[in-house]
């Protein structure tokens, strides 16, 4: 199965930066910036039988800017999916972590 993950900036202690699927942070209830736009273009890419990728999802209509913030996963029918991952899910510590890109500072708030 396909999920998509969306990033996710809510700084909520100690899962601070993560992705998340669904519409709502499983950490602290937020929606986070562009979730709707990218649920509405996976339904429509869903809808229409082909695969879900970053391309099929921008060439559904999704902006560049949202679809910097989508990660897909693949994962097999029978495995448990995570909610969330990233930074702080695993149970490390936040301020341990490295990013890659724009975001090269290490810390709580950072990203
Ligand atoms: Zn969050």
């Known amino acids: ?3 998509v993950f969306v990033w996710c900036n809510c700084a909520t202690p100690p899962f601070c930066r ?3 699927t669904g519409e709502r942070c499983p950490f602290s ?3 986070a ?3 709707t736009d990218v649920l509405k273009a996976v339904k429509r890419v869903e809808g229409s039988g082909i695969a879900l ?3 099929t999802l ?3 209509g999704l902006t560049l800017e949202a679809a910097e913030r989508v990660m897909i996963a693949e994962f097999p029918d029978r495995a448990d999916v995570p909610f969330a991952l990233g930074v702080g899910s695993f149970g490390e ?3 341990s972590i490295l990013t890659l890109g ?3 500072k290490p810390g709580p708030h950072a990203g």
Do not use: E, S
Request: aromatic residues 12%; proline residues 8%.
């Open 18 to 20: 993560h992705y998340y």
């Open 29 to 31: 209830g937020w929606i």
């Open 102 to 104: 724009k975001d090269t």
């Open 33 to 35: 910036p562009h979730v």
């Open 58 to 60: 921008t060439d559904a």
């Open 1 to 3: 199965m396909t999920i």
């Open 53 to 55: 990728t970053i391309k």
């Open 93 to 95: 510590d936040p301020a």
